[in-house]
């Protein structure tokens, strides 16, 4: 595999997060379904900027949080997604291309601006999303480079992006060509009423074609429309090659043809905002299996950026990953 | 004083942070001077945001700042200060608006964009700062709103907008409404390297208008051009009423007509950026004598302020300050 450049490349929802505070009466009187995303139109997501408090600016995205995660680990990363030439865009490349993620898509401009996504998060730490995808879904088969996808040890494919065909379609083309180039395919199932909206896509994805999934308990539960996760669990062993799933408090569960391992939680000092929780969790499994590591190793690492990305508000991390894991003995 | 509507009213650069950590060898080779402010133009602001790492976006300016410190004390504050049109001056007025300060300034389309100012946070949590001020400065006399001057206790004039010939006459225009209407001023001298630009132009105004005076130790030193800080210290006692002079770890010293008072600083758990602390330890200052306290309270509730704004990145509190100095034991 001599021409592998990337340990992970990347396709998602090119956003920058909007970080506010509120409570859960906020949150019940503006309908937004607490710990979930839903996408909103510009003049709802101007409704609740106007009404919300101060807030920051944070690049963010589900996918690409995860690429900035594996290059904060030292791996190799690259993402695909779309940004108007508007201010937010501007923010965003600046970001993934400041965190040492190659971002080659070109801005689009006229048409849609920049994707936001405004998050509240409440005083318990969680977040709940409400997102304005504006050009970021804009993604065809022509923003897909094969070169680039043959590149890659992995292909990471963010759930959320099945909410626009166009997308869907440029996910179908990466599948197929890193597939026929032997590459992995990795998807996040990224959302509880994202699974809800997609479901049999979804699932014929997993069985054709995705070699690592990842998921939360809500996801994978959803998936299978069970409430019961065992069950949940049992069935993915069979749909594919290896899962990992994140249960929050409880850590996470590496199944991998019928064996299964557990993983605890890092321990945090104050969970300050859950906002990337999943998407680190990813960065770290992603950056453990793409170095050869063991899945429990992966497991810790992904548990370790999780950590870090909850001690604080926005979902990138603040400090270096690879540090962090070495300063907890994890040797990469 | 039964028209009086605000504790306080401010007068500054309207500007959004942009906050990124460096190294000192980045800080070298950039010219930008440790722990001061410099003011840079278009180009170079690009340059720099190019060349520096992922960063984070959050409403700032030094009166700014005050003004919402003052208004997360349970005061009322009102700012004037000038955004454009587009995102960062959306930002800007929505931050401010909703920590609950009155901001009517209107946005002016078509000239020069909203001012960012480009914070660097060394690992010793030292802030650089590099400011393009696009729009900020077009302050003029036809800003300055005659009737809300007269309706607030203390005028608060931010030193950076003696950058532009304009503002100042603004803050001429101000100062002298200000003491028709029997009201106090106060001023900040923002910055040692503004201090050295605008020596003789401050001392006039110091003697002249003046009746609460803010400075840190290089600020005050550079004004009378010594670097004893006690020789500063007793200068400024016969130059203006009332004199809050900070002093970094060393606390701060209140000087009114003789009195010396030394207020200790509050204690922190990690100092990560001491991006405003100045800025709030005036909010503190300023809310106390707003609000009748005595010199020594109002010390420690800057204290208390500056405390909170530096152990997180940015310059706005994340921390309600009327519940924290609650917490200290100071009812308010």
């Not at 001599?2 to 506010?20: E, F, K, P, Q, T």
């Not at 597939?179 to 009423?193: N, P």
């Not at 000092?269 to 299996?289: K, P």
């Not at 990138?316 to 040797?331: F, H, M, N, W």
């Amino acid at each position: 595999m001599s021409d592998i450049r990337y340990d992970v490349i990347g396709i998602g929802n090119a956003i920058v997060d909007i970080l506010g505070r509120c409570d859960d009466a906020f949150l019940a009187k503006h309908d937004a379904p607490k710990g979930n995303m839903r996408l909103v139109d510009a003049p709802t997501i101007d409704t609740l900027y106007n009404d919300m408090g101060p807030a920051v600016e944070i690049s963010g995205g589900s996918a690409a949080n995860t690429l900035v995660g594996v290059s904060s680990f030292g791996g190799k990363a690259a993402f695909i997604g779309k940004v108007a030439g508007d201010e937010f865009g501007k923010i965003f490349a600046h970001d993934i291309r400041a965190a040492g993620v190659e971002f080659n898509s070109k801005a689009v401009d006229g048409k849609d601006p920049t994707s936001r996504s405004l998050i509240l998060v409440t005083p318990d730490g969680e977040r709940t999303m409400n997102t304005y995808l504006g050009i970021s879904t804009d993604i065809d088969n022509g923003e897909v480079d094969p070169d680039a996808i043959k590149a890659a040890r992995i292909v990471y494919l963010e759930g959320y992006l099945f909410d626009r065909p166009d997308a869907k379609a440029a996910f179908g083309e990466a599948v197929e060509i890193a597939k026929t180039a032997g590459r992995k395919v990795a998807l996040s199932l990224s959302d509880g009423f994202c699974v809800d909206r997609h479901r049999a896509e979804f699932l014929e994805l997993i069985h054709y074609g995705v070699d690592i999934l990842f998921a939360n308990e809500e996801e994978i539960t959803s998936l299978y429309e069970t409430s019961d996760f065992e069950e949940a669990a049992k069935k993915i062993t069979s749909a594919t090659e290896l899962a990992a799933l994140t249960r929050g408090a409880k850590g996470s569960v590496v199944i991998s043809k019928g064996e299964r391992i557990e993983i605890p939680v890092e321990p945090v000092e104050e969970l300050v905002d859950t906002t990337g929780a999943g998407d680190l969790y990813a960065a770290g499994f992603l950056y453990g299996v793409a170095a050869g590591k063991d899945f429990a190793t992966a497991g810790r690492l992904g548990s370790i950026a999780a950590a870090e990305i909850i001690s604080h508000m926005g979902a990138r991390p603040q400090t270096k990953l690879v540090e962090l894991a070495q300063q907890k003995g994890v040797s990469l």
